[in-house]
């Protein structure tokens, strides 16, 4: 694919975990697991493509409100994944960031976490998860740092440095698989000039052929941030 190098960084709704389960008769945990492979995969596949910034929507603070053993057999994937990142990330030069106020995760998952961010910081490719993210959260965090650090009154970029995204640039590109076209609480801040990208396919499904019709699509546009 041409100019691929252009995006530096895209973000990923991944939804239809659950769909992807019921269809198969499999209880929707399986479609979590399955969805965790997804995006492994997605992962490696960016990192091919040089997209040097990749952000996944993996657990919303709304999430929480799902039955507990729904939301007990997310955290045991997540808890999997942690192990698997611990390993593989610095060998795949990926330096690890997590979106969001770790704290309900509990102190060891939370270290886990923390020691994780701190062993790959520095690595060439940027992995941003939003666990108990929310984007209101984020603003309303940011907005209370400012406010602990004596601000009397803000900035847009105030607010930007302020975010769990600081680091990152705004993405490029959104992808939302599972059909639904809403942003549902993710980076209500950066998306301000994202191009969006909806894809039917549920999120286990999707794939690199999947990503190609996307960034095909999304080199087809025309960006003009208000201007002409
Ligand atoms: C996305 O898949 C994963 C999370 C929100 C944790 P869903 O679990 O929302 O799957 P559907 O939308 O019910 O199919
Ligand atoms: C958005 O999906 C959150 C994640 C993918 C983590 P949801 O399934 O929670 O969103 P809604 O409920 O359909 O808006
Ligand atoms: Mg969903």
């Known amino acids: 694919?041409?100019?691929?190098?252009?995006?530096?960084?895209?973000?990923?709704?991944?939804?239809?975990?659950?769909?992807?389960?019921?269809?198969?008769?499999l209880p929707r945990t399986a479609g979590h697991t399955a969805g965790a492979k997804a995006f492994r995969n997605i992962v490696e596949y960016c990192g091919d493509l040089g997209i040097s910034t990749v952000t996944v929507y993996a657990f919303s603070t709304?999430?929480?409100?799902?039955p507990q053993s729904e939301v007990t057999a997310i955290m045991k994937i997540f808890s999997e994944y942690l192990g698997y990142a611990e390993k593989e990330c610095g060998k795949k030069n990926i330096a690890v960031r997590?979106?969001?106020?770790?704290?309900?995760?509990?102190?060891?998952?939370?270290a886990r976490m923390t020691a994780l961010e701190?062993?790959?910081?520095?690595?060439?490719?940027?992995?941003?998860?939003?666990?108990?993210?929310?984007?209101?959260?984020?603003?309303?965090?940011?907005?209370n740092k400012l406010i602990s650090d004596g601000k009397k009154t803000v900035t847009e970029d105030d607010i930007t440095g302020a975010l769990y995204t600081a680091h990152s640039p705004s993405p490029d590109l959104i992808i939302?698989?599972?059909?639904?076209?809403?942003?549902?609480?993710?980076?209500?801040?950066?998306c301000a000039y994202s191009e969006f990208c909806f894809s039917d396919v549920l999120w286990p499904d999707f794939d690199?052929?999947?990503?190609?019709?996307?960034?095909?699509?999304?080199?087809?546009?025309?960006?003009r941030y208000g201007g002409l």
Do not use: Q
Not at 3 to 21: E, K, L, P, T, V
């Open 98 to 110: 997590f979106l969001g106020d770790k704290s309900p995760f509990g102190e060891k998952t939370a």
């Open 118 to 143: 701190e062993t790959t910081s520095g690595n060439f490719f940027t992995l941003n998860i939003a666990v108990n993210y929310g984007g209101r959260a984020d603003i309303v965090h940011a907005v």
């Open 1 to 25: 694919m041409e100019n691929i190098s252009s995006i530096r960084h895209i973000a990923f709704i991944m939804d239809g975990n659950g769909r992807w389960a019921a269809a198969r008769g």
């Open 176 to 190: 939302r698989t599972g059909s639904e076209k809403r942003i549902s609480n993710f980076l209500l801040w950066d």
């Open 62 to 66: 709304e999430n929480w409100r799902r």
């Open 208 to 223: 690199a052929k999947e990503l190609d019709r996307c960034l095909e699509d999304y080199y087809g546009r025309k960006r």
